[in-house]
């Protein structure tokens, strides 16, 4: 319990001390005001329910018409608030969960938390995407929902109980059953008594619905995943004629889905099968405590339509957690995902690179820089390397011996190794053999990470007709995400090199960026990126030497630790 305290405590904290916070606060206060004022409406119809009761029972015609205006009164202003209220929250629910979501990115986007939780082993989180897209909703509906019913439950339950105590001024004798004693107001006391019993067995019978909804929601997530995956990869998919292996996998995943969701239902069943029959006889229980008031001359009719209803809206508000218990656990096992998830990115974002980065004038040096693998084998070890404006360096060497992974490190994410790294640019630019493009036009993708709007238009233009996608520029002006999947391995490369042009950065590390090129296309694009960027220190990771290269130095990862130098 106290650590479900402390993630709620966590949650909540971060809404409130969001940008715009305190006026969550001051909206959630209208809120809580408006939903008291369905506490006094139905007050006032408990106090009309005896009016025009009694008014039927002396058969008095115009008192009836004036009850039932009344009524319409009270229908009409009730109805205006429940709206304003509604309406309220959900501007509300919508406020907490961009808090919830734009701290949640802050988290896992800092310092490259995301990569470091995705390679954890131990502490890794699965779905990261449901945890930001679905539980920050879940959590700030459920917060919102459960916290204000719960405070106008407790307000209402104070004001039933005052009318209740006032109506049920009478006692309830058991000797017709053989036992000499009398209970005062027993009316009250059997609202308590009968709530507490059924509260109790809701507990018992839907404990276990906490861990089938958690469970529930991660195989939701994986088959969603599944599928948004096979989404990136249509190309791959129908060259191997992999079409029944992902469905084979599909069913599989939905297969574990629907077996979690028969232990779901039949664990709603378990408490289903107390809990309705309870709601749909909630409303008349009360009639049948009240009567032995009525029969005993206590209470008149009107009076007892009066006792019954009061006594039924103390139940109703006593019930609040049986009628809540399954949103109640929903909302429990939402707010340890997400919780548990911001946690690990907090963790994961405090990373330090261990190759250490440091500013100066001009130039680039790498001194003692080595990879380890995570197992603490050492992979890589570079000699002393001092570049200078304009230098291209290539760094060669065999599949699998680390130098995609000596890429990390210089970028400051691999956390095996050691080194220093001097450079002019606090933010030098890597660029992978496989770039990431984002949703957009082919001009957006050029521009990434930077918005197209940062560059002249005229500048992307260039960029693009110099890596040779003059022909893609019209036709793909407003390209989806789906368009640039079409793009061909050589096309996506000379895309992500265009990107190289634009950003012209002062040092860049290119990871295999142009091995779906022949040779011939390869030597004129380095070509032009040089003739481009004649001051930029470019580093290259490839298998192959890239021709006609001035100020090329090249270094062999297999062998250790000469600097060779060639210039062509």
Same mark, same amino acid.
């Given at each position: ?75 009409? #202003? ?25 701290? #949640? ?31 920050? $909703? ?112 599909? $069913? ?13 239902? $039949? ?113 890589? $070890? ?60 082919? #001009? ?125």
């Amino acid at each position: 319990m106290l650590i479900l305290f402390r993630q709620f405590k966590r949650l909540i904290a971060i809404c409130v001390s969001a940008p715009g916070g305190r006026f969550n606060l001051v909206l959630y206060g209208l809120a809580v005001a408006l939903n008291l004022g369905s506490v006094y409406a139905a007050v006032r119809l408990v106090q009309w329910t005896g009016e025009f009761y009694s008014a039927i029972e002396k058969v008095n015609g115009p008192e009836v018409l004036r009850q039932i205006g009344i009524f319409a009164v009270i229908i009409a #202003a009730n109805s205006a608030r429940g709206l304003s209220y509604e309406y309220l929250r959900k501007v509300l629910e919508i406020r907490l969960r961009r808090a919830l979501t734009d701290h #949640a990115l802050l988290l896992w986007t800092r310092n490259k938390a995301f990569w470091h939780m995705a390679a954890d082993p131990v502490d890794r989180i699965d779905n990261p995407d449901q945890r930001i897209a679905e539980d920050c $909703r879940l959590f700030a509906r459920g917060l919102l929902g459960e916290t204000l019913d719960l405070i106008g439950e407790i307000v209402g339950l104070f004001s039933y109980l005052t009318v209740l105590w006032g109506l049920s001024n009478f006692a309830l004798s058991l000797a017709p059953i053989g036992i000499d004693l009398e209970l005062p107001r027993y009316m009250v006391w059997a609202a308590f008594l009968y709530v507490a019993i059924s509260s109790l067995v809701t507990h018992l019978l839907g404990r276990p619905l906490k861990g089938v909804l958690a469970e529930q929601q991660h195989r939701e997530a994986s088959f969603r995943f599944s599928m948004a995956r096979w989404r990136t990869a249509f190309d791959e998919v129908a060259l191997s004629n992999g079409e029944e292996a992902e469905k084979r996998q599909f $069913r599989q995943r939905f297969d574990d889905l629907a077996e979690n969701w028969k232990r779901l239902i $039949r664990a709603e069943l378990v408490l289903g099968s107390f809990t309705f029959p309870f709601r749909h006889s909630v409303l008349r229980i009360p009639l049948f405590v009240a009567l032995p008031g009525y029969l005993a001359g206590h209470v008149a009719f009107g009076g007892l339509m009066q006792l019954s209803m009061a006594f039924s809206q103390v139940v109703t508000t006593l019930s609040w957690f049986i009628f809540s218990y399954r949103d109640l656990a929903e909302l429990v096992a939402t707010a340890s995902r997400l919780d548990g998830f911001l946690q690990a990115a907090k963790r994961h974002g405090s990373h330090r690179p261990v190759v250490a980065r440091s500013l100066q004038e001009t130039g680039v040096c790498l001194r003692h820089v080595e990879v380890m693998a995570s197992d603490g084998r050492t992979l890589l $070890r570079l000699p002393d390397i001092t570049l200078a404006p304009g230098d291209t360096l290539l760094l060669r060497g065999r599949s699998g011996i680390g130098k995609t992974t000596l890429v990390k490190a210089l970028a400051g994410f691999w956390p095996h190794g050691g080194g220093k790294l001097a450079i002019p640019d606090s933010e030098p630019f890597f660029l992978p053999q496989k770039a990431y493009f984002p949703m957009g036009s082919l #001009a957006a993708a050029a521009a990434y990470p930077a918005r197209i709007e940062d560059f002249d238009t005229h500048a992307v233009q260039n960029a693009l007709t110099d890596v040779g996608l003059a022909h893609l520029m019209h036709k793909r002006q407003a390209a989806s995400d789906g368009d640039l999947a079409r793009l061909s391995g050589g096309e996506l490369q000379r895309l992500a090199l265009a990107r190289l042009l634009l950003h012209r950065p002062r040092f860049a590390v290119l990871d295999e960026a142009t091995s779906s090129l022949d040779h011939a296309a390869e030597t004129l694009l380095l070509q032009t990126i040089r003739s481009r960027l004649p001051d930029t220190i470019l580093i290259l990771i490839a298998h192959r030497l890239p021709q006609s290269l001035q100020n090329l130095k090249i270094h062999d990862l297999d062998l250790q630790p000469s600097l060779l130098s060639a210039s062509r």
